[in-house]
């Protein structure tokens, strides 16, 4: 069972560390720190059961637009549904909001395809993007979005998968709110 909660300072090496295995680098200190202090942010974090963090996603909200910033699992949770579940509890509420962002790797096939589960369509190629090279000596993004994330179809589309993470795990709470899951 995966428990979400929201960034705390204290959570900040850890996650840097999971980062460091996840993207081959992390966020600063400072720019964590950012992440709670921003109104227009919100971070969170996954625990495991024995309460050690198994990963972490945010979004930042500008206006009408809102971005995924990062998204990461330790290694030793990867395929349990920790991305999902982030995701869902992240996506959960896109009042006010007429499009949702980010960017990945376009070598990054896994994440595509956990991007894609949720509705998210490249639109695009952001040059330079990382710091850091890939395997393929490439620093580009692939940029995908959602363009309508208050449709009745994307709400439904996660619905379903809200559904079908909570029969995995035998959650069958009925709530619009998610704090556990299974990748699908």
Request: with cysteine.
């Amino acid at each position: 069972m995966t428990t979400i909660r929201p960034l705390h300072q204290s959570d900040i090496a850890e996650l840097q560390a999971i980062d460091e295995v996840a993207h081959g680098e992390a966020w600063s200190t400072a720019a964590f720190g950012e992440q709670i202090k921003l109104d227009a942010v919100r971070h969170l974090v996954a625990e495991g059961d024995a309460g050690t963090i198994v990963g972490h996603a945010g979004v930042w909200r500008d206006g009408p637009t809102w971005r995924i910033t990062n998204v990461a699992v330790a290694a030793e949770a990867a395929g349990n549904g920790v991305a999902t579940a982030l995701l869902l509890e992240l996506l959960n509420d896109p009042h006010d909001c007429d499009r949702i962002e980010l960017e990945v790797r376009p070598s990054n096939r896994g994440a595509q395809r956990l991007y894609n589960r949720f509705g998210f369509a490249p639109v695009g190629i952001e040059r330079g993007f990382y710091d850091r090279s890939d395997a393929s000596s490439s620093r580009d993004a692939l940029v995908m979005a959602i363009a309508e994330p208050n449709s009745t179809a994307w709400r439904d589309r996660v619905e379903n998968l809200r559904q079908t993470i909570n029969q995995r795990t035998g959650d069958h709470s009925t709530g619009n709110h998610s704090n556990r899951g299974e990748a699908a």
